[in-house]
């Protein structure tokens, strides 16, 4: 099947780390992303990793990728409020533009 | 200008009646999306366009009739819909189709759909 599997819901605390986890299917996945919904609006794109790549920095988010696991994370260092939102990691299919998109994890940040 | 606009913004129909929904963007992409969006679910796929042809179409039920009057704009034609076809419905674009690069998909906010 499709799956991409996420863990449901994060509660952390303003300035900690957050991780977010994703169990992706495809295994010739050339892209991986993660996206941010926050509530009543559209997807936006935080950053994405090609499948040849273990890890990225961009600012304050870090993914790694574990192919041999199809194990994907994103790492939000010193996490505030305005990151309060669903977050969906998505795989391309193979050498297609079609995203298949994760069950997405709800991101709370307390104070 | 990185926007891609969506209307209605809220829609409320009957089953019986034909509404559409409007997509609009001005960045020259030439790859533009349909997605649905059931309430706590990820968003899925319904239909891609690229260069004003359908490119990908999902197995959507054909009371959803999608439509690329010119590279901007993107419609979606709806007829005879269903209650369980209440949902947000998205629409994104991205620069071109093709793997070499991973064209960002840019989202407008989507138009909250309730069938009655």
């Known amino acids: 099947g499709e799956d991409v599997e996420q863990s449901l819901f994060l509660s952390v605390r303003e300035g900690d780390s957050s991780v977010i986890n994703c169990t992706y299917t495809?295994?010739?996945?050339?892209?991986l992303y993660w996206y941010k919904q926050e509530p009543g609006a559209g997807l936006q794109l935080l950053t994405y990793i090609f499948s040849n790549m273990d890890m990225k920095q961009d600012q304050r988010l870090t993914v790694l990728l574990n192919k041999k696991d199809k194990h994907l994370s994103l790492r939000i260092a010193d996490t505030q409020t305005g990151d309060s939102a669903i977050y969906f990691c998505a795989e391309s299919i193979g050498n297609t533009d079609k995203l298949i998109f994760g069950t997405g994890t709800r991101l709370q940040v307390f104070p | 200008d990185t926007e891609v606009t969506q209307t209605p913004k809220h829609l409320v129909m009957g089953m019986t009646n034909k509404k559409s929904l409007k997509c609009e963007q001005h960045m020259g992409h030439r790859a533009m999306y349909w997605y649905k969006q059931k309430a706590k679910k990820p968003p899925e796929l319904m239909f891609v366009?690229?260069?004003?042809?359908?490119?990908i179409n999902e197995s959507v039920p054909s009371r959803f009739s999608p439509e690329c009057p010119n590279s901007s704009l993107l419609n979606l034609h709806l007829h005879a819909l269903q209650p369980e076809d209440s949902a947000l419905y998205l629409c994104a674009s991205s620069q071109a189709l093709g793997s070499r690069a991973p064209y960002e998909q840019y989202f407008g906010p989507g138009t909250r759909l309730t069938v009655t």
């Open positions: 495809d295994s010739s996945s050339t892209y």
């Open positions: 366009y690229s260069y004003e042809k359908l490119s």
